[in-house]
């Protein structure tokens, strides 16, 4: 018998998924699940005046469900953020925490949730606290579909004096549950709709092209670059539509879950730098540069563009070229959402184009890239995109 080839796995569940619409009714009972009957809710402003919250809240209160509320984490959320959050859940008490809102919130969330196990600890100290104490225990509500955020137990905030994107998490606050309900997504505006979409499409297509990439992150991805590329442009178009919204939330979470295994690349590394340097909404980042990088890492990423194509179910292409193919159809769905803009008018100054590249080539996702760039290649993608 000859030496096997196969690669061995250990995949880790992510979390418990409660997927469909009116499902936060549920949510006290998840709670008890956990063995908790007190909750402490992380969200921002801009949900607790759309009445999100509120609803939320009702359902703790028709159960009786002890709450405090942190509502003040930012678009781009900051260590400072994560600092008052924990302060409050630490006056609190011992809580579930719920993490009601987008990818900015939930990161923050699993920040707050860490620091409360960790007294003495604080936002800055993130490279360190992955070795920490055990943090309080998470449930995630999404409420846009792109970030994936509800799969993993890590989360991207801004270190404001470092002027840098910081990872911070541990194992301890992956969310034990997802609860995914696309009534929560009903009337996103169409701007938020393409931004937090086409990262949920990036998060598809990088994690087939990574260099973590196995069979079961590909057959996540796949199926979420299918359900993605389909349902977005509807999302988009009709914010209203209840179906495409939901196939858009569990299309998301399952590329959440791919990118979880697999990580990430380049698209993400740039993406990251820039709305470090200049505050540049997250989505709206990777898409000025998408295409840009895609181009440059297809002659090292053929057979993930192909997959990419087929799960867009486009039709071969008659010169065989896949990777075209499914750059083209990439380009075709952000054109659509009309979310790609030039860097200069994100604020990207000539001046801060050095300070982008470099950052990007420093942060931890642009390893997984499948063509290995040199920061003199990144600032060649960036003045295309200028």
């Known amino acids: 018998m000859g030496e096997s080839t196969i690669d061995q796995l250990t995949i880790d569940p992510t979390c418990r998924i409660e997927f469909g619409p009116g499902r936060v009714e549920h949510l006290p009972e998840l709670i008890s699940s956990l063995g908790l009957h007190r909750a402490f809710v992380v969200t921002d402003r801009g949900l607790r005046a759309a009445g999100i919250v509120?609803?939320?809240?009702?359902?703790?209160?028709?159960?009786?469900?002890?709450?405090?509320?942190?509502d003040g984490v930012g678009a781009n959320p900051s260590t400072g953020n994560v600092d008052e959050g924990a302060a409050r859940a630490r006056a609190?008490?011992?809580?579930?925490?719920?993490?009601?809102?987008?990818?900015?919130?939930?990161?923050?969330?699993?920040?707050?949730?860490?620091?409360f196990g960790n007294a003495d600890a604080a936002a800055a100290d993130a490279d360190a606290l992955w070795d920490a104490l055990d943090g309080l225990p998470l449930i995630a509500i999404p409420t846009t579909s792109g970030t994936g955020a509800e799969t993993n137990g890590f989360g991207v905030i801004e270190d404001t004096t470092a002027c840098r994107k910081v990872y911070i998490g541990h194992p301890s606050v992956k969310p034990r549950i997802a609860l995914l309900d696309p009534e929560l997504t009903l009337g996103l505006p169409a701007r938020i709709t393409a931004a937090t979409g086409i990262d949920a499409l990036v998060h598809g297509i990088e994690s087939l092209a990574s260099r973590g990439a196995n069979p079961v992150s590909?057959?996540?991805?796949?199926?979420?670059?299918?359900?993605?590329?389909?349902?977005?442009?509807?999302?988009?178009?009709?914010?209203?539509?209840?179906?495409?919204r939901?196939?858009?939330?569990?299309?998301?979470?399952?590329?959440?879950?791919a990118l979880t295994i697999s990580g990430l690349g380049l698209v993400h590394g740039i993406g990251h730098a820039l709305t470090?340097?200049?505050?540049?909404?997250?989505?709206?980042?990777?898409?000025?540069v998408l295409e840009e990088v895609l181009e440059f890492?297809?002659?090292?990423?053929?057979?993930?563009?192909?997959?990419?194509?087929?799960?867009?179910?486009?039709?071969?292409?008659?010169?065989g070229d896949w990777s075209r193919a499914a750059i083209d159809a990439v380009r075709e769905i952000s054109g659509a959402l009309d979310i790609k803009q030039p860097l200069r008018d994100l604020g990207v100054r000539p001046d801060l184009l050095r300070p982008i590249a470099s950052g990007a080539l420093a942060d931890a996702v642009?390893?997984?890239?499948?063509?290995?760039?040199?920061?003199?290649?990144?600032?060649d993608i960036l003045d295309a995109t200028l």
């Open 276 to 288: 470090a340097h200049t505050g540049t909404p997250h989505g709206v980042a990777l898409a000025a």
């Open 297 to 319: 890492s297809a002659p090292a990423a053929q057979e993930a563009y192909e997959q990419t194509a087929r799960a867009l179910h486009l039709a071969p292409p008659a010169d």
């Open 92 to 115: 609190f008490g011992p809580a579930a925490v719920v993490a009601l809102g987008g990818g900015s919130v939930l990161d923050a969330a699993k920040g707050i949730a860490l620091l």
């Open 54 to 70: 509120d609803r939320v809240l009702k359902a703790l209160d028709a159960a009786s469900v002890e709450h405090g509320v942190y």
């Open 366 to 379: 642009t390893r997984n890239t499948p063509r290995q760039p040199t920061e003199e290649q990144i600032l």
């Open 218 to 244: 590909v057959a996540y991805a796949t199926q979420a670059v299918a359900m993605v590329g389909r349902w977005l442009p509807a999302a988009h178009r009709d914010g209203s539509d209840l179906e495409a």
């Open 246 to 257: 939901g196939q858009l939330m569990l299309g998301a979470h399952l590329a959440g879950q």
